[in-house]
């Protein structure tokens, strides 16, 4: 940022006219192709006109769709529905065209609608030109197809999901082309991942590849079934706890302060000052919480300006945070808390099979475990854990990523469960607004929550009283004066309360078992990647 | 922004330690003030036990709750729940001292909790002493108390929520203390609106003192009860289109350009560069659909940096945002949009009713009326309603803010409907993006709605043909090098498509009939305004 502005313009001036020039020499190339491709459908047709072609008007790329047609008669059915018991009907379908193979006077193709695939099949007869053969196997793959067929029952077709039937086509429309040369393969993307990699000669498409042409790689049966799940959770999540009597808020993203300290915080330029993007949406929730909402969540963008270039790591992610005022102890919330992972959990298992299914074809995993309640081990007892598997730990000290994953599989091996809370953190690792235990000298009333050994939720009892805020606010070496606001929206009166925040992607990572939190955001912003 | 940070830091750092030390003298007032205070209690605890207080234990200010004690054995009744049916019973309560008058040997006090509210009385008997009155009498307005109390009918108290009961009580303790001096009292904000506003000495509290101190205007029935139909209109929107096969997905806010020119919008700075806020989700949106996601949905913060400061404008706001593919005709989208806003106003209708009158206690207001199915009515008739009324608008012009409020007038009186779609705009008034009608030159397959005559939702048939697109961008003179990233998520073949943008806060403020905008944000923002 700062004062070369005029310079930088004038340089993207010269860059963007010479683009501009580049652009529609680009342009006026493409136009002629396309007159030429015209002139040879033209041509075919002519042909076909010449030949007497007998299939005239049951194929062809149809005018752009701009609404001018109702076809309202027209019934649509979806490729899941296909299946031998409306054999011999005929029926009208869109959908993508996965791939194609002309042979001789007939053209095999699959087509695909989201994670869905069937075989069809245009053959020269009676009712079916020549014409139209060569027209359906010059489709790109990917265009949108609409097909008439008849639904004929086959042997087992393995290459589709439906393996039984397969679609005599008797029209066959472009209604929108994908251009010849495709970045990537549906096919390629959606390739298992074998624990035997090293044979055979599979293409693989590598993350940035798939992340740069997003819109091809989420067409892949795994990337439809993520982005379900993913969806599932959010819904689970929220239905949970406004069932609980949680109250839905929105806080705002754009803040006036950094409310710890500034470190790892977007700056805005704000009109003619500045301000910054909302590393949590803590104070608001805190601050509905001093308003009488008792309890509450929110769903939304959290931002962290860390150069970390991790498997795990964003720097704009969902957050799923909740506050929850309680009467006489945290553990009322952990346990609020703990129900309703159980609750999703559950809700996944039951209500996304197929989804989870999908996404472990390609991406193998063993199913997620988790106890009804909840295990709730004690940080001193995973010091223990870690003491007998030969790792020391302080009873101070905070513990490191490659801690928490051996954690995890030696709770796994003694509890079988993929998801536990780990409570009683050292006060000394913990936030200065968490609430020390008063009973166990350096302990605090904290805990975290893992799936698959890595966390997922932080959280902790919150100081509600101004002055002991202030307290320990000092014993941080926090600037109170920075910080005025935060401890100002405790002297109304506020009831004790605890909460967390939920780390939505690495939830839907760990319960499915990826490697990778860019998988699991449709559009993932990490520090070298801003784009799509 | 820019070059004079490190004078800046500097001067900050002396400003700093100016106030800080301010702020030392004023922590160290409050902290003797503080000691006096306990002094005073100590030495009305000691007077209680010369003058043989016969409460000892019944009242005071435990220490502050660090959850040491679980009380598993306590229940709370929760105000709301107060009637005569329980007359007799002894119950906890924990809710916050309201008001309180004492008189005489007695305290009357005003306990509320969220919305309700319910009379208390410690009186001087054989079990209370005139010391454990005294404490009550001298408790802050706000604090956080809770009471042992016995329920007694009694005759309508017109001041509470709870009119038949009052509670009699028997032990009463400090959770959180609210400072003695309030910039704002609950009463005073929660005052109804009324006609005849000259009338009466009733001290009003403006809508910047509100904001300033939200915590505690949260606190009033008409805010509590905002919120919570807004958490309504959130899960009524997402409800209804997941029932409807829609997908919830999450679009990044920071984005690497302004896809439609970079006027209003916010600038970041990222790393080493720099990024924008995104303004709305519409090209990630398209892009779910160019993925094959069929229906999407997201709900999420949307940012404009618009110099607006009016009634309806925030720099930050909560977009709900839907995009459909279609299979020949936008009205199958409209009609979906159509039903959704039906089945939400009637949702409301039905399970918010509480809430909805809470609000109109304060806020007095017409109901909101709604057809079913929706009013459709083209531009051409909207124009032709308002020349019957006087009002000349061109066939290729865009309304005015008051032209639209005139139209909402003019279709309440012919229709009885506050909410309408209003159908085909000109297409000189709408972005490059939006399909032309093919059989209406001028006008386009584009939409708008309304409640109470102000705009809550804009959409369109969407182009998704690159080439067309392409064109239409020239036609508005887009640098197309700009917008290559939107025009390439078309090239993979794209299913035609409409959607739109709903302005969350703008649908509660008028669903409600509510005269500004921050009156339904919970922490507004707006180009004078990023605090708290």
């Given at each position: 940022m700062g004062g070369n502005k005029p310079e930088e313009a004038a340089r993207e001036g010269e860059d963007a006219s010479k683009k501009a020039l580049k652009k529609q020499q680009k342009d006026a190339k493409k136009i002629a192709a396309k007159a030429e491709r015209q002139a040879q459908l033209q041509s075919v047709q002519q042909d076909a006109a010449n030949e007497e072609d007998?299939?005239?008007?049951?194929?062809g790329q149809p005018a752009?769709?701009?609404?001018?047609?109702?076809?309202?008669d027209r019934k649509f059915t979806h490729v899941q529905d296909l299946n031998p018991n409306i054999a011999g009907q005929i029926i009208w379908l869109r959908g993508r065209l996965h791939t194609s193979r002309a042979k001789g006077k007939q053209c095999f193709l699959i087509l695909r609608e989201q994670s869905y695939t069937v075989q069809g099949l245009v053959a020269v007869n009676d009712e079916i030109s020549k014409q139209m053969v060569k027209f359906a196997s010059n489709i790109t793959k990917e265009s949108i197809i609409d097909v008439e067929a008849t639904v004929k029952t086959v042997a087992k077709?393995?290459?589709?999901?439906?393996?039984d039937v397969e679609l005599h086509i008797k029209q066959i429309f472009t209604v929108s082309a994908a251009k010849a040369?495709?970045?990537?393969?549906i096919e390629d993307a959606s390739r298992p991942v074998k624990a035997e990699e090293s044979e055979g000669l599979n293409i693989k498409v590598n993350q940035d590849t798939r992340l740069d042409n997003r819109i091809l790689d989420l067409r892949t049966p795994a990337n439809q079934a993520i982005f379900r799940v993913e969806a599932g959770v959010c819904k689970l999540f929220r239905d949970v706890l406004t069932k609980k009597g949680f109250v839905e808020i929105h806080t705002p993203k754009i803040i006036s302060a950094a409310s710890e300290g500034g470190a790892n915080v977007f700056t805005v330029s704000y009109f003619k000052g500045s301000a910054y993007l909302a590393q949590s949406p803590q104070l608001y929730k805190q601050m509905a919480i001093a308003a009488d909402f008792d309890k509450v969540f929110t769903v939304g963008a959290v931002f962290r300006a860390e150069d970390s270039n991790t498997h795990r790591h964003l720097t704009e992610f969902v957050g799923l945070d909740l506050e929850m005022a309680f009467k006489y102890h945290y553990h009322e919330v952990v346990e609020t808390i703990g129900q309703m992972f159980t609750e999703i959990f559950k809700g996944l298992r039951d209500q996304y099979a197929a989804e989870i299914k999908a996404v472990s074809e390609q991406f193998p995993v063993e199913p997620f475990t988790f106890l009804d309640p909840p295990l709730r081990l004690e940080f001193h007892q995973a010091i223990s854990l870690l003491a007998e598997a030969g790792v020391t730990i302080g009873p101070e000290d905070d513990l490191s990523t490659p801690d928490e994953k051996l954690l995890g599989k030696l709770v796994k091996a003694k509890y079988d469960t993929d998801f536990y809370i780990l409570d009683k953190y050292p006060l000394a690792v913990r936030p200065f607004y968490t609430m020390p235990d008063p009973r166990n000298n350096g302990t605090s009333n904290s805990y975290d929550m893992f799936m698959r050994g890595e966390e997922i939720l932080s959280g902790a009892q919150r100081i509600h009283d101004p002055d002991f805020l202030i307290e320990r606010a000092k014993v941080h070496n926090i600037d109170i004066e920075k910080i005025k606001a935060y401890i100002d929206a405790f002297r109304f009166g506020c009831p004790p309360h605890a909460g967390g925040g939920i780390g939505m992607e690495r939830v839907v990572m760990l319960y499915l078992g990826l490697d990778n939190i860019r998988k699991t955001s449709m559009f993932p912003r990490d520090p070298k990647r801003i784009t799509p």
């Open positions: 007998i299939s005239v008007g049951k194929y752009m769709i701009q609404s001018v047609d109702k076809h309202k077709i393995e290459s589709c999901t439906q393996r040369q495709l970045p990537l393969l």
